[in-house]
């Protein structure tokens, strides 16, 4: 089992970066899948990133591809999220969760975090 913690959420201008990070707990991290979603006002949870349990192969939305940089210490038991040239349509909560499937599907993962907001000015 894992616990999930997310921080460094805000409000940035558009154009701006932010740095997401995922502090995880529990003596398995490194055996799991880690992916970030995130979910707007009045729309579903969707996906963004996902990283192998080794860090060395990334998955991402298109939506983000490009802008977006998901990677993982899995000594420190963390994961990130590198956000930049952010849009307003990038506004959202923004969940860390844990799986075992490298996959963009959100019934792949078992654990999840509160989530953090994010909100890009125009």
């Known amino acids: 089992q894992v616990q999930l913690v997310e921080s460094g959420g805000g409000l940035v201008q558009a154009g701006g970066s932010l740095r997401l990070s995922c502090a995880a707990s529990?003596?398995?991290?490194?055996?799991?899948?880690m992916g970030w979603f995130r979910q707007a006002p009045g729309k579903e949870r969707e996906f963004v990133a996902a990283?192998?349990?080794?860090?060395?192969?990334?998955y991402y939305a298109d939506s983000v591809k490009g802008r977006f940089t998901i990677s993982r210490d899995n000594a420190k038991k963390m994961v990130y999220l590198q956000m930049n040239n952010l849009i307003p349509e990038d506004t959202a909560v923004y969940y860390c969760?844990?799986?075992?499937?490298?996959?963009?599907?959100?019934?792949?993962?078992?654990?999840w975090g509160q989530g953090t907001q994010v909100t890009v000015s125009s």
């Open positions: 969760a844990a799986g075992n499937l490298f996959s963009a599907r959100l019934t792949n993962y078992n654990y």
């Open positions: 529990g003596p398995t991290f490194s055996t799991y899948i």
């Open positions: 990283i192998s349990s080794s860090g060395g192969g990334t």
